[in-house]
């Protein structure tokens, strides 16, 4: 049976009658392709399968070409993944130079680099495959009002479908299928790679860059950790004594170290740790805030010291209110009273206090740390109570 064997319905275009199941299941795949068209009412003008012969040389030829971008996407997918685990991405100064510097302007190029060369390879081995291998169709369909489906609609729309797949030969087309398939697969990976590789960290190291137990304020032997302003260059070291600071003010700091003199690296780079600056706070005199267990010490008079990473999703806390005595985190408004608690979170999304620096003041005068932080800066996951 055929389109042209059907009846058409009385004032309508569309051909209809009840079929029976015998009469569907007599039917093959592409007569019920036909029909369903016949009966929503579609023309196919043209329906030209590209290769009509299966395997010649110019499918095979076509194929490889769509199974060489897919495989390429993954190949970049890869190199992205590896370019954004293993690429040396750590700040390095210009004034250092050589290798170092050279690789680290490299990641971010090579990191859009290839996933860019990834999306886009998958992009062409898709339209490559509608162009060259998929069948030629141009159908016209005229607007009819809709009905519910009926079972003759559900088993011709099927087999429209299915006509789809047959003809586009994805199913016997195994070397696309393998190269789609590996390239999805590692560029999904790599996106994921996006989202997580950032925090591949381990939170129990107690060393090295991977460590979240100490900061840029870490002491190390017997050097003093000086208290030192960000004057906008690096080789201008101001350090704060407590007379810099009046009542009710406050300052940014950053950690200073004689031997980072002669560490051009450490002398810059320090002033880009972000987990680096800290909120230097001079309260009024007769306030009392109360005062953490454990760190009853850790301020110098009414000098108290915190890190400025939020404990929300680590902007920079920089806005200190004297007549209320909060600090305000601008990204969320999460407020941080310092005034009366040791910079507990009384407003916002913030769940944690600002973590505390303990200071002091040396024989010349000037303020030092006198140890790291006690718990980890920056927002609140890991085990951030430790
Ligand atoms: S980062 Fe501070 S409130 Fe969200």
Not at 89 to 112: D, I, K, S
Not at 238 to 250: C, H, M, N
Request: glycine share 8%; charged share 25%; with cysteine.
């Amino acid at each position: 049976m055929s389109a042209s064997d059907t009846p058409r319905d009385e004032g309508h275009d569309t051909p209809r009658r009840d079929y029976t199941e015998a009469e569907l299941a007599e039917m093959s795949r592409d007569e019920k392709m036909r029909l369903g068209l016949a009966l929503d009412g579609v023309e196919l003008l043209h329906y030209e399968d590209p290769f009509p012969v299966e395997n010649t040389r110019a499918e095979k030829r076509a194929e490889r070409a769509v199974a060489a971008w897919f495989a390429l996407a993954g190949l970049s997918a890869i190199a992205f993944i590896a370019v954004f685990v293993f690429w040396p991405w750590g700040y390095v100064t210009p004034q250092q130079g050589g290798r170092e510097y050279f690789l680290y302007n490299l990641y971010t190029p090579l990191v859009g680099l290839f996933l860019g060369l990834s999306i886009f390879a998958i992009g062409v081995g898709v339209v490559l495959y509608a162009k060259k291998l998929i069948p030629h169709e141009v159908a016209i369909q005229q607007r009819h009002d809709g009905h519910g489906s009926e079972e003759v609609d559900r088993q011709t729309t099927t087999a429209i479908l299915a006509d789809t797949g047959v003809r586009s030969g994805f199913a016997r087309r195994s070397m696309i299928q393998r190269t789609l398939a590996f390239s999805g697969a590692v560029l999904g990976l790599g996106t994921g790679v996006i989202a997580i590789g950032g925090f591949i960290r381990n939170p129990w190291a107690t060393e090295g860059p991977d460590s979240l137990k100490h900061t840029a304020w870490m002491k190390e032997g017997d050097e003093k950790v000086y208290l030192r302003r960000d004057t906008g260059d690096p080789h201008d070291v101001s350090l704060l004594r407590p007379e810099d600071i009046d009542a009710g003010g406050f300052e940014t700091v950053f950690p200073f170290r004689e031997s980072d003199r002669e560490d051009e690296h450490k002398l810059v780079s320090v002033l880009r740790r972000s987990d680096a600056p800290v909120m230097l706070i001079r309260l009024r005199p007769g306030s009392a805030p109360i005062k953490r267990k454990g760190q009853e010490d850790f301020n110098y008079g009414d000098y108290y010291a915190y890190s400025k990473v939020c404990t929300h999703v680590g902007c920079p806390t920089s806005l200190f209110e004297q007549q209320t005595g909060r600090l305000l985190c601008p990204c969320h408004q999460s407020q941080f009273d310092v005034v009366n608690t040791y910079a507990k979170p009384v407003f916002g999304p913030a769940t944690r206090s600002l973590p505390q620096l303990p200071i002091t003041v040396d024989e010349e005068g000037y303020f030092v740390a006198r140890h790291d932080f006690i718990e980890p800066v920056g927002p609140a996951y890991w085990e951030r109570n430790s």
